[in-house]
């Protein structure tokens, strides 16, 4: 939540078994709502054709500056949260200036997911691939991986092995159903 992901959880947490007493519950409840409302108007307040958000982006931006200079409505609640709540938005700050590697990470694991839920037959014959390396042939019948998010986590075999990998469990696939 704003870039201080394990306060949240060591809050959350602690809340319930009696770490986190009220008044330190109510500031971090508080501190929450400014941070998700922040979000809010840093995506809908425009400077011209970019969201604040997009503005702070950009790695030369600082979120002081951006906000003093933010038209009104969205301008004037985000000054005020930005003096009330300057943690929240510096990690706000942070939250925007690495979304696309985090969006690239979720993708990544999103695909790691897939290759880990296609099975690679127990039996298959790695030499009767044609264009798998012979490096990755060596190794895959050594290792005889399970999926193949397993298999790309072996050293020495490649995401191009993977590849030609993934199509020759089609081509068999297609060749055992029909």
Do not use: F
């Not at 008044?23 to 809010?40: H, I, K, N, P, T």
């Not at 019948?141 to 075999?157: D, M, T």
């Amino acid at each position: 939540l704003g870039g201080d992901y394990a306060n949240g959880r060591l809050r959350g947490t602690g809340r319930p078994v009696g770490l986190v007493d009220d008044d330190r519950w109510a500031r971090y409840q508080e501190r929450s709502q400014a941070v998700v409302r922040g979000e809010e108007l840093m995506r809908q307040t425009r400077q011209g054709r970019k969201s604040v958000w997009q503005l702070l982006q950009e790695p030369q931006r600082v979120a002081g500056d951006v906000i003093a200079d933010c038209p009104a409505p969205g301008g004037d609640e985000l000054r005020t949260l930005h003096q009330r709540y300057l943690s929240a938005i510096e990690s706000l700050t942070i939250d925007a200036r690495y979304e696309g590697y985090l969006i690239k990470d979720r993708s990544a694991a999103r695909q790691m997911h897939d290759l880990d839920s296609r099975v690679i037959p127990a039996d298959i014959d790695y030499s009767a691939i044609s264009h798998l390396r012979t490096e990755a042939r060596e190794r895959l019948a050594a290792i005889r991986p399970r999926s193949l998010g397993q298999a790309l986590r072996i050293s020495g075999v490649t995401p191009a092995d993977i590849t030609v990998l993934a199509v020759g469990l089609v081509k068999a696939g297609d060749q055992q159903g029909g």
